[in-house]
Antibody, heavy 125, light 107 residues
């Protein structure tokens, strides 16, 4: 079945970087954009950006520009989100989510239809 | 950035009740409005896309509607499994933004 499987929980010290993976199965990775969304403890959802796995193109929320890097490895059907210069404010669950639009359709029109299980990132000294 | 104002922030209701959750966009977003359900410790689940289109596999008791910049999610007859948090999301322009969420609790 179609699914996104993320890497396991991480504990990092302030100032470090973290790289979270998201592996797609049951469909062709390059056919759909992937979004990254995070959720701080007890808080709402925050969109970080997307990557087009077909060509590696990215669009980051301004808040995260300069601190986040989204990449892909089509040979392993995986995308990655790396966040640098971590602070305690980055403690959150990080989700990858597939955009429901296929090639030729309008990005965002179909919502985020498949989600990973989430990766907890804890930033603490 | 487009602000999404969601109300109420919490809601108590009983099984069988009809409930409505509202999101208001700070500017026109067409019908680029999606609704998600999230249960504790789980990833969000897409319920409604394009303001009123039901995602495959989602029960028909969930409906979405739009009027200008106001969007509504209605659950016609609450079931025990519907007690969760709900979020709206605008995907009209970057950055995508979410409402603050509505926690639906059992009365």
């Amino acid at each position: 079945q179609v699914q996104l499987v993320q890497s396991g929980a991480e504990v990092k010290e302030p100032g470090a970087s973290v790289k979270v993976s998201c592996k797609a199965s049951g469909y062709t990775l390059t056919g759909y954009f992937i979004h990254w969304v995070r959720q701080a403890p007890g808080q709402g959802l925050e969109w970080m950006g997307w990557i087009n796995p077909l060509n590696g193109g990215t669009n980051y929320a301004q808040k995260f520009q300069g601190g986040v890097t989204m990449t892909r490895d089509t040979s392993s059907s995986a995308v990655y989100m790396e966040l640098s210069r971590l602070t305690s404010d980055d403690t959150a669950v990080y989700y990858c989510a597939r955009d429901g639009a296929v090639a030729g359709q309008i990005l965002g029109h179909y919502g985020m239809d498949v989600w990973g299980q989430g990766t907890t990132v804890t930033v603490s000294s | 950035d487009i602000q999404m104002t969601q109300s109420p922030s919490s809601l108590s209701a009983s099984v069988g009740d009809r409930v409505t959750i509202t999101c208001r966009a700070s500017q026109s977003i067409g019908r680029y409005l999606n609704w998600y359900q999230q249960k504790p410790g789980k990833a969000p689940k897409l319920l409604i896309f394009a303001a009123s289109s039901l995602q495959s596999g989602v029960p028909s008791r969930f409906t979405g509607s739009a009027s200008g910049t106001d969007f509504t999610l209605t659950i016609s007859s609450l079931q025990p499994e519907d007690f969760a948090s709900y979020y709206c999301e605008q995907s009209y322009s970057s950055p995508n933004t979410f409402g603050q969420g509505t926690k639906l609790e059992i009365k």
